[in-house]
């Protein structure tokens, strides 16, 4: 074999490979930058009214996202409209999720939540000075994400705006603190715990935490209550599997919501695309996971897997006692 042969074959193989991944890498930096372009905020007049104010249009499509990652997303968007001295309204009528799936439905956001400051999309449809946020899930310099740090830091820095401004409305408060009564009653120290299986733990849908097993969320919570004294377990599922390991383990000491059980995910990527009878269940079952993480931040401690039911009710409660998150990378 000629040495010198080789290796020419080598460099020039070298110069081929270098020169397809440059283009690849300029290629995705341009379709990055076109995304970012395409999706930009923008200004508008729709009319003379309320010169005095900018409206912040929040309108973001969540195709696939469940109820808190959508929270977390529009909590971001409000918070960034707050800090410019905008007035947000959010909009989910005229982009896609599971609450509305582009259904028209009217405004779908106002099924679950009120509007951030009282003003709808009616309300401001000829106003002079109309912003249309960015329909990316985080708006530039806001994000809280699965890399956010969950201390005292950012739960100063985030709770009372969400306390604030992501409100639920009468019918769905009314609800869950129907719920909260049923479930927790007079009971003390009560340890919160999120464990989700589902499209986590069988899809591993890439970029998101990797969720703790049954048995080590069943090892941690059993060294928390004995270490910190808590005589109860609430526990936030959808996994019919996780809830009969920890109905095995704790018996009477366990606390549930009732919230949809599910067992596997029968070749569908994510819950959401679990198809429902109709939009009353649609709604019972959206309602019923939002008492669940309502429950979940009124417990006296938390421990939970990285997802954003717990990183919302982290934001949403009064105050922990304890706190746990495990954070075991990401798929």
């Known amino acids: 074999m000629n040495f010198n042969i080789v290796k020419n074959q080598v460099k020039r193989l070298g110069f081929v490979y270098n020169g ?50 959508i929270v977390k997303s529009i909590g971001c968007h409000v918070i960034y409209a707050i800090q410019k ?27 679950y939540y009120k509007q951030p400051c009282n003003y709808g999309l009616g309300d401001i449809k000829h106003s002079k000075n109309i912003v249309v946020s960015s329909s990316l899930p985080y708006p530039d310099g806001v994000e809280i994400g ?40 007079d009971k003390k120290q009560v340890l ?25 969320a069943i090892d941690k919570v059993r060294e928390v209550m004995a270490e910190q004294g808590f005589e109860y377990v609430f526990l936030a599922t959808e996994d019919k599997k996780i809830f009969d390991h920890f109905k095995h383990e704790f018996g009477d000491k366990l606390l549930f919501s009732g919230q949809k059980l599910y067992d596997g995910m029968n070749g569908k990527k994510y819950l959401s695309e679990i198809p429902v009878s109709c939009s009353a269940e649609k709604w019972q079952n959206i309602v019923d996971y939002y008492a669940t993480i309502y429950i979940l931040s009124k417990c006296d401690g938390l421990v939970a897997g990285l997802t954003c039911g717990s990183i ?20």
Not at 86 to 107: A, C, H, K, T
Not at 151 to 176: C, G, R
């Open 192 to 216: 919160g715990v999120l464990c989700r299986g589902t499209d986590y733990t069988e899809n591993k849908p890439v970029g998101h935490s990797i969720q703790p097993s049954p048995l080590q």
């Open 20 to 69: 397809v991944h440059h283009i690849y890498t300029f290629y995705l930096s341009c379709l990055k930058n076109w995304k970012r372009f395409k999706c930009r905020e923008r200004i508008y007049s729709y009319g003379d009214d309320n010169p005095d104010k900018t409206f912040y249009v929040i309108g973001v499509n969540h195709t696939s996202a469940g109820l808190f990652a």
């Open 146 to 185: 699965f890399d956010t740090t969950l201390d005292k830091n950012s739960y100063d820095k985030y709770h009372d705006l969400f306390k604030q401004y992501i409100v639920p409305n009468v019918a769905v408060a009314t609800y869950a603190d129907m719920k909260y009564a049923n479930v927790i009653a």
């Open 85 to 111: 001295g905008y007035i947000p309204v959010i909009d989910m009528q005229n982009f896609r999720s599971q609450l509305n799936d582009g259904v028209n439905e009217g405004n779908a956001w106002e099924a």
């Open 312 to 331: 919302c009710s982290y934001f949403m409660t009064d105050g922990y006692e304890y706190v746990y998150f495990w954070n075991l990378g990401k798929y």
